[in-house]
């Protein structure tokens, strides 16, 4: 199933939730390459791929062609795809290690939750697991949307007086685990 499919075939908040999802797992990169076409001395396509990949979502912010905003965009971008990194990641463990815990983990059982039996288990790991997960998918949605509204701020568009502080917010909290995760090594 491609991702056309999935924005034709579902409807609603589901197929708006899966489609941060896939918006935040490519944004590091596709902001990487916008930063290289600036640097390239090419604006326009890196605008033009911004703007493909905001299409993603059926919502595209216009953006001046300008070399400036446009590294801004994809700057932005780049600290908001690493910052997906988090909540991509507590997605993963979810999989691992709540819908797929009686496959990761081959047990004895006797001193997990919801042991001693491997479906008690299962569903415990499952069960705690789960608030975990929708707060890993409210948080891309979040960093989605404030993505979204920076690139239509540096576009001109009104609105969202909220867009430069949180922005600013998410690059220092980048900078923060980014540091600790240095001390960490």
Known sequence: MTITQVRTDWSGHARGVLLDAVYCGGLAVVSLAGLGLVLAGRPAAAARLSGRWQRLRRQPATQPVRALPVAGNALMGLVLGVLAVIPLGIEAL?????????VVDGGPYDTSWGGPTRGGAWLAHFLVGVPFALAGLAAMSGLALLHRRWTAHLAGERGGAWVVPVALLACGAAAVLFVAWLHQI
Do not use: T
């Open 94 to 102: 979810f999989v691992a290690r709540g819908v797929l815990y009686g």
